[in-house]
């Protein structure tokens, strides 16, 4: 954001390339690998938990796998913006210039309302960490998105107001990001933990006859 605050208060024309490079307006830079290996990092955990949970085939694990998947593509889409394409489906103006939050927030609530069983199982702290996380992370990818398609409209995308709404709401998407994975990698580790006490204590199995 500094780097921003700079280029635009002193037109240093030599610090655009660093802008470029920096900035969480821009896209396939140094943030966008960030995020996307964020996401990535989340879609392990996820998978690591589908995987423990899997094996006693216990109620919502195949939860766990479709978080994995859906955190995979999410990671993807960062890197290359594959969202940008659902807007071409719509011409709409305001604040939903960015047209692609209207087929993305319906898929939120369709997903939300498929996961609310999923979500309910899970213990409180974890429940209120994954909603938390949740609240942040959509807050900043489809809320944040309305008042910068306002503004984009209004005043085009190369000044600093469009830097300031965009770095708000890249920022709301990595600390959601970064505090569902720091959820998951406790949940994993428990999960983990408790397997390998119940395998101490049942002791190995049988040996087989020499």
């Known amino acids: 954001m500094g780097v921003e605050v700079a280029y635009s208060a002193l037109g240093a024309r030599k610090l655009e390339p660093l802008v470029a490079f920096l900035s ?7 943030p966008t690998w960030y995020a996307s290996a964020l996401l990535l990092s989340c879609a392990l955990v996820l998978a690591g938990i589908a995987r423990v949970a899997g094996r006693p085939r216990e109620q919502g694990w195949i939860h766990w796998w479709a978080l994995a998947l859906v955190f995979a593509y999410i990671s993807l889409d960062e890197s290359v ?15 939903l210039f960015f047209t692609w939050v209207v087929p993305a927030a319906i898929l939120v609530v ?8 999923f979500l309910a199982r899970l213990a409180p702290r974890r429940r209120g ?16 998105e309305l008042p ?6 209004q005043h085009g995308n190369d000044n600093l107001v469009y830097a300031l709404i965009d770095h708000v709401e890249e920022a ?5 990001a970064s505090l569902f994975l720091a959820a ?12 390998v006490r119940k395998e101490a204590a049942h002791g190995p199995g049988p040996t087989a006859p020499s």
Not at 24 to 30: A, D, T, V
């Open 24 to 30: 969480l307006s821009y896209e396939r830079n140094l």
């Open 129 to 144: 960490q994954f909603i938390l996380a949740g609240v942040l992370y959509v807050g900043g990818a489809l809320l944040m």
């Open 110 to 117: 369709l997903g939300g309302l498929a996961f609310l069983p």
């Open 184 to 195: 998951l990698v406790e949940e994993l580790s428990e999960r983990v933990e408790f397997a």
């Open 81 to 95: 913006g594959l969202h940008e394409h659902l807007g071409s489906l719509l011409s709409l103006s305001g604040v």
């Open 172 to 176: 709301l998407e990595l600390v959601g």
């Open 148 to 153: 910068l398609g306002w503004w984009t409209e």
